[in-house]
């Protein structure tokens, strides 16, 4: 392992590795309070990063598509969003260095969210029973996933789950909006009037430069996760749909054996997935073509959160 990526992947593995016999303390939990935490103490690793030390970008800015072109190329990937007939979209480029963006769309508070070691992205309304509430990158992590966490409370919540696992609002669910993770070229396409989240992000960042370069082609990942599935490439990307308490991954592979739209029923829900050959994207609607909450991760995380779940394969058409 000579290579920067392998000293980085040996870096963390054995921070890793000594968490697991050490007994939690501040330096290990970041100061936060895991007292009633639903998720075993020794299952939380530290990510190497303290509370905040992997910033997010609090004070957003966003270009139109037109003046956007200087800062990105139609190939690279964006997390994107539409709300009340207002798109945008926030490259993963940038992303992949601040992992959580507060921002307000028409007056609603939101929370986009990006796990580079699950690939996940997910945004949420921050809106709480509590107030609107204002996320960071706690520097811990579950699964391999990003453990937020709320400045008005500390408390810590998993986003692959959606919901605080520790702290004063414990099993507090978060609303799920839904996002697509496409390229920048199909997705200003379907929404030309859309806006990117610009590199002002107030932080001296490098977003010409991947800091995770090497992650997703490597079968290693940089933490223990809960259930290993080898089924496929731990890195193989999967959109994954959630439809009242049941889950269902697609993994892109599977998907690209097949002519898409393909029209699914799954646990009393109708829609329709797609995925783009050329791009390597995938994303589902209801039936009339109304984007539906879905995550596009890695196959490793999608089974980790979701051991049960159903996965689809392309012989599943020639059974129908």
């Not at 809960?226 to 599977?254: A, M, W």
Request: aromatic fraction near 12%.
């Amino acid at each position: 392992m000579s290579s920067p990526f392998g000293l980085k992947l040996m870096f963390r593995f054995l921070l890793a590795v000594s968490l697991l016999f050490t007994e939690p303390s501040i330096s290990a939990t970041n100061g936060f309070d895991l007292s009633n935490s639903e998720i075993p103490l020794e299952k939380i690793y530290a990510g190497g990063p303290p509370r905040d030390g992997i910033p997010s970008i609090d004070t957003p800015h966003f270009l139109s598509s037109t003046v956007a072109e200087s800062e990105i190329k139609d190939h690279q990937s964006v997390l994107g969003i539409e709300i009340d007939n207002i798109s945008r979209a926030y490259p993963i480029a940038i992303l992949n260095w601040h992992e959580v963006v507060n921002d307000k769309v028409n007056g609603r508070s939101i929370v986009t969210s990006y796990c580079p070691l699950c690939g996940s992205g997910m945004v949420f309304s921050s809106t709480s029973s509590e107030g609107d509430l204002e996320f960071g990158v706690s520097g811990l992590l579950y699964n391999s996933d990003v453990l937020l966490y709320d400045r008005q409370s500390s408390s810590l919540w998993s986003q692959l789950m959606g919901k605080a696992i520790s702290g004063p609002m414990q099993g507090t669910k978060l609303h799920s909006i839904p996002a697509t993770h496409t390229t920048w070229g199909l997705w200003k396409s379907a929404h030309p009037d859309t806006t990117l989240l610009s590199r002002e992000t107030g932080f001296q960042r490098d977003y010409d430069r991947d800091p995770y370069k090497g992650y997703t082609d490597h079968k290693g990942i940089y933490f223990p996760v809960e259930t290993v599935d080898p089924g496929y490439h731990p890195k193989e990307r999967v959109l994954g749909i959630e439809v009242n308490g049941r889950f269902k991954g697609y993994p892109y592979s599977e998907l690209s054996r097949t002519t898409t739209p393909i029209t699914e029923q799954f646990n009393g829900l109708n829609y329709r997935v797609y995925y783009d050959q050329d791009t390597n994207t995938a994303r589902a609607t209801d039936l009339d073509n109304r984007p539906i909450v879905t995550v596009s991760s890695f196959w490793f995380a999608w089974m980790a959160f979701h051991p049960d779940s159903k996965v689809f394969t392309q012989s599943d058409l020639l059974k129908r």
